[in-house]
């Protein structure tokens, strides 16, 4: 597995992705600020298919959904995780990247969970936060060893979590 991390829209990333890793909570509250982005880039197209899942889901279950209209966005599919905060990042990192390497995705942009809005919800730092998304990451790459999974970070404009993951995560 290769990660790297990129500041920017995560719909619109350098190269294309096969798919977005992105949380959102068991009840479909799409308030977020990736949720927005796919919608602005995409429409409803993702969350629509996401809706018809809830009820049934439970913490660090995923929810693929694919592309059913044309868009501009540098994606075909969104993974949602469900992130109701009741285990710690790491637990929904490792998750995420089972579902994308059961998927066969070879590149995807993740967003940076649990850093805006949700921030002190379980981790209480920026730096346990992405202290936390390390230990995940390293989780997968014991579990996967010969994983050819690209996960590419995506922070939108905060500069000292690019500085966290980068001293922490790469």
Known sequence: MNIGVHQGDITHTPKPV????????SGGMWFGGIDR???RTAGSQYHAQAQKS?????QNDTIRATRKAVHDGHF???LFVIDDLESPLSDVIFASLKAAEEATYRM???????TGVMLGSVEKTL??????????????REAYPDS????????????E???LINELVL
């Open 18 to 25: 096969q798919a977005i890793i992105t949380p959102i909570n």
């Open 37 to 39: 982005a796919i919608m």
């Open 54 to 58: 809830l009820g049934r889901i439970k």
């Open 76 to 78: 075909t599919e969104v």
């Open 108 to 114: 995807v942009a993740m967003s940076a969970m649990r």
């Open 127 to 140: 730096r346990e936060t992405v202290q936390q998304m390390r230990i995940g990451f390293d989780r997968f």
């Open 148 to 159: 050819h999974l690209n996960v590419l970070i995506v922070v939108y404009s905060n500069t």
């Open 161 to 163: 979590l690019v500085d």
